[in-house]
DNA sequence: TTAAAATCTGACCAAATGGTCAGAAAAACA
DNA sequence: TGTTTTTCTGACCATTTGGTCAGATTTTAA
């Protein structure tokens, strides 16, 4: 579920050429070049955001000259929407794992783990994410702001059904997911306080064992009933 | 608890007048005008960031001409640490609640609830904050960084207190502390996902009791020996 | 009233930046 | 091989922006 969409066909792809040689199965210079501007772009995006990050800085960290990046992308927020748009998959990827019929507590520690092994692997990405929610989601489109939205209710429901059976202590099941999203997401985005507080100058695969393991048996012990079940 | 430091003398008043006219207690003018360009400031960067931000735009927003914003501080990046510094004492305001020979319970709540106060009240100041972590603190000061140590290891220490007392389940005591503050964090932070989680247009008052009383439940209750113990 | 200090401001500027473009290479195709 | 399409790029430009400054205005001190 990582999804490596790198190089789907870009939105504003050029105006000049119509481009897209054959179809959409694009054969090698344009995918990999597209592929590394989006890299150098997120990378910068996340720790310059949008207007600290100049299109000659990402042409420079993907090897290549400024106006041959104007020749994939039309504009400098064409680049970071296309930037944005792979990260929207990993959004609801984690929350996969909850699902109406998996037991509450594999599929909420499933969500925990999921959630805090993309943390770890994609930090930048979850930073360009966190800098344009908090910066107003001026560029999430509409459309993926409704998925968003979707995604949550369907996770909602599944939970109040978990209550309904008797396989979850009562709780607001929104609030229940907010807590987890922020909890989890605070290691990627805050990664440099979570580094302070644990007083490390990098968080390791170990760090996010245990986190996980504090996660799981502090917030979820408390919500599946100990006695019936596992 | 609230710390209303606004106008104290600022770092780089201005090189051209020594300013500062009557030793540390400034009269209004001065105070005034410097509290103005804050609050704008404030309200602009948690928007659109340090470089988003144009000071000529700040000045607008404060209603003085640009040079005049000049008078009173060196550059943008002076202002930008004026913000800054004003944040971290809310940091560790909340705080305050854990101390040594309070009841974990009562602590632990009085944190939460305090955090998600001022996350209610000043989302911007913290979104400031939120986005000077992400970006890599690159304007947050070395001595900054180190009290934000400093505070996290001495109610490490303090909490670990309580699980040697008995009075807390064994839990390690940073990661606790990241899961709460990241819990009441996203509230603020990710106001703009907590309200599209919640589908409610706008976080009230209600949605941070209920948002509480959740943390609380769950993962307090779960930390707190119930009755004999664990 | 007068001198000095503090505050204010319009006009200005050098540097940086997003974006353009004409035409050169390089591939793909016939 | 010739031609068409795609890719590449140096040079260029209009605009924006952080920052400056000299002098005007107001406030405080004597």
Redesign the pocket.
């Known amino acids: 579920m990582d999804g490596d969409g790198i190089g789907e066909p870009v939105k504003g792809d050029t105006r ?4 897209a ?2 179809g959409g199965r694009e ?1 090698g ?2 995918r990999r ?1 597209v592929a590394r501007i989006l890299k150098a772009a997120t990378t910068l995006f996340s720790r310059k955001g949008f207007e600290g ?4 800085e990402i042409a420079e960290a993907a090897g ?5 990046v ?2 994939y992308f ?4 064409d680049v970071y929407d296309a930037v944005i748009k792979r990260l929207i998959g990993d959004w609801d990827a984690a929350l996969a794992h909850i699902t109406p019929d998996a037991d509450p507590r594999r599929a909420l520690e499933g969500y925990v783990r999921a959630k805090l092994e993309h943390a770890r692997k994609h930090g930048e990405e979850s930073r360009v994410f966190a800098s344009e929610i908090i910066g107003g989601a001026r560029f999430l489109s509409r459309k993926d702001r409704q998925h968003m939205r979707d995604v949550t209710r369907t996770h909602a429901a599944t939970i109040d059904g978990w209550i309904a059976a008797g396989k979850l202590r009562p709780v607001d099941p929104r609030h229940l997911l907010i807590m987890l999203w922020g909890m989890t997401q605070f290691y990627a985005d805050f990664e440099i306080l979570a580094c302070d507080a644990l007083e490390q100058p990098k968080l390791r695969r170990g760090d996010f064992d245990v986190a996980a393991r504090t996660i799981v048996d502090t917030v979820l012990s408390s919500l599946v009933p100990q006695q019936g079940s596992q």
Not at 16 to 19: E, I, L, M, Q
Not at 74 to 77: N, P
């Open positions: 000049r050429k119509p481009a040689p054959d054969d210079v344009r070049n990050t100049r299109i000659a290549l000259p400024k106006a041959n104007y020749y039309s504009s400098k927020e």
